[in-house]
C-alpha cells in the first residue's frame, strides 16, 4: 500500500506537533512541549524527513513523519542550536545546515549567534555556536566542495560568506566568526531567500529587487539582480522569496500600497515569479489585503489573502511550458476568524492569522484558522474544498503546516519555509 499524505501541525504557541494522515485528518501521533520557531518554519530533508528548530528548548529537531509506519520514533535527532531562531537552511544534501538567530518577540535585534549543524557527523549529530553580526539575517547553505554558508544581512546590507568546516571547527565559548568574503547588497531591507541548488546560485530579496550571485570557489560572484517591475506593473517590493521545485521558478508576493501598516487592507499584492532557465519574468494581481507565504503544489502556485471584507484562498496555474505564463484559476472563500485583524491596526501583532502548505508532489493545500484549531483542506486540480480538519490547540498566530507526499522533491528548495 502507497504511503499517504501527511500534514505536520505545529501550534508553536500552545507547545504541539501533530502529524495527520490526509485528507481524512487520522492522527498519527503526536509531541508535547515543542515550539516551532514559527519565522524559521519547516525544512525539507532528503529521505522524506522534515526539520524545525524548538524555541525553547534550544533545539533542531529532525522529523521521520513515515518512521512510525517502520517501527521507527517520529524524533529521529535533536541537536542544541542558539535560539530565537530567526531562519534555517541546508545544503542540498541535507546533512549540512545553519540557524540564524533574530528578534524572537524582542523589539530589536540583540543576539549574533549563528549555528552550524552536521548531521552526519562521525558518532552523532554534532553543533557549533560562533558569533557573527547582530540583525535578522537570512541564510542559504551552498553545496559543493565544502559546503559554504551564506548570511544575508540587513543595515547595511550585505552577504557573509563563511566555509561550513571552518566554522564546525570553532573553539567552544561562541567565538566571533570571520567570514571569507562580505558581498555588498545596495538595500537594508532584505528579506527573503532562495537557493538553486542545480546551479549554485543563490537569491535575497530586497527592496531594490532579487539580488543574485553564484559560486566560484568558496566565494560568490554577483549578478545583475532581478527586477520587482513586470508585465507593465512597477513599484512595491516582495517579502517572501521561495524556489518551485518543479517548474524551477522563483515566486514571491509583491505588496505595494500605503506605508501605515494601519492601512493593511488597501495593500495591493501582486504574485511574482522568474523562471530560472529561460529568465521570464512576470507579475500577476491577487488582491489587497495581507498576503504573505505561499505554497507549490504539483500544478498550482496557492495563496492565502486576508481581507476584512472576507478571506480566500488564491490559487494560480502554473506555468509548465516556456512562454505559459500564470492566471488564476479560483479564488475559494475561507470562513472568518475569531480575532481576524481589523482596519486601523496591524495585521500581524494580536490578532490570528493563516498559515499555508502544499507538496510539490501532489494538488493538495491547506489553510489554518488562527484561534479555532482548524485546518481547511483544498484540492487545487478540482479546485474544490475536500474537508475541514480539526486539532485539540487553538492554532494562535495561525500556527505553522508542513505537507508532506512520499518522494515529492520538497528537500530541492533547501531553505526552512
Known amino acids: 500500500m502507497p504511503l499517504p499524505p501527511r500534514l505536520l501541525v505545529a501550534d508553536h504557541v ?87 538567530t533574530g528578534l524572537g518577540r524582542n523589539g530589536e535585534a540583540w543576539t549574533d549567534l549563528l549555528t552550524a549543524v552536521d548531521l552526519g557527523a562521525p558518532g552523532r549529530a554534532d553543533a557549533v555556536r560562533v558569533r557573527t553580526r547582530a540583525g535578522e539575517p537570512g541564510v542559504t547553505v551552498i553545496g559543493g566542495q565544502g559546503p559554504l554558508v551564506v548570511l544575508r544581512h540587513r543595515e547595511p546590507g550585505e552577504l557573509a560568506v563563511y566555509r561550513h568546516r571552518d566554522l564546525m571547527a570553532a573553539a567552544p565559548a561562541c567565538p566571533p566568526a570571520a567570514a571569507v568574503q562580505r558581498l555588498p547588497l545596495p538595500d537594508d531591507d532584505g528579506h527573503g531567500d532562495a537557493l538553486d541548488p542545480r546551479t549554485g546560485r543563490l537569491f535575497a530579496a530586497a527592496g531594490s529587487g532579487v539580488h543574485s550571485a553564484r559560486r566560484e570557489g568558496d566565494r560568490l560572484v554577483a549578478e545583475p539582480p532581478l527586477p520587482w517591475a513586470a508585465d507593465g506593473r512597477k513599484g512595491g517590493r516582495g517579502f517572501y522569496l521561495r524556489l518551485d521545485p518543479v517548474r524551477r521558478t522563483l515566486w514571491s508576493c509583491v505588496r505595494g500600497g500605503p506605508a501605515d501598516p494601519g492601512q493593511w487592507p488597501d495593500w495591493t499584492n501582486d504574485a511574482w515569479w522568474h523562471h530560472l532557465d529561460t529568465n521570464d519574468t512576470g507579475r500577476l494581481d491577487l488582491g489587497p489585503g495581507l498576503v504573505f507565504r505561499l505554497a507549490v503544489t504539483a500544478g498550482h502556485i496557492a495563496y492565502a489573502r486576508v481581507h476584512p471584507d472576507g478571506d480566500e484562498l488564491v490559487l494560480l496555474a502554473a506555468p509548465t511550458a516556456p512562454g505559459e505564463r500564470p492566471y488564476v484559476t479560483a479564488r475559494l472563500p475561507l470562513p472568518e476568524m475569531s480575532g481576524a485583524p481589523r482596519r486601523g491596526g496591524t495585521p500581524w501583532d494580536g490578532v490570528q492569522r493563516r498559515a499555508i502548505a502544499g507538496s510539490p508532489g501532489g494538488p493538495l493545500v491547506a489553510v489554518s484558522r488562527g484561534g479555532h484549531g482548524e485546518i481547511h483542506l483544498f484540492d487545487a486540480e478540482r479546485a474544490v474544498q475536500l474537508t475541514t480538519l480539526t486539532v485539540p490547540t487553538p492554532l494562535d498566530e495561525g500556527g505553522h503546516l508542513a505537507l508532506l507526499v512520499p518522494g515529492d522533491g520538497a528537500h530541492i528548495d533547501t531553505v526552512g519555509r
Do not use: C, N, Q
Request: charged share 25%.
Open 14 to 100: 500552545a507547545g504541539r506537533i501533530t502529524l495527520l494522515d490526509l485528507p481524512d485528518g487520522t492522527e498519527r501521533t503526536a509531541m508535547s512541549g515543542r515550539h516551532l520557531a514559527e519565522h524559521a518554519g519547516f525544512l525539507a530533508l532528503r529521505g522524506e524527513r522534515t526539520a524545525f528548530v524548538d524555541d525553547r528548548a534550544g533545539e533542531l529537531l529532525v522529523l521521520d513523519p513515515y518512521g512510525p509506519d517502520a517501527g521507527r520514533p517520529l524524533l529521529e535527532t535533536a541537536v542544541p542550536v542558539a535560539t530565537p531562531a530567526e531562519h534555517l537552511s541546508a545544503d542540498p544534501t541535507g546533512r549540512y545546515l545553519a540557524v540564524t
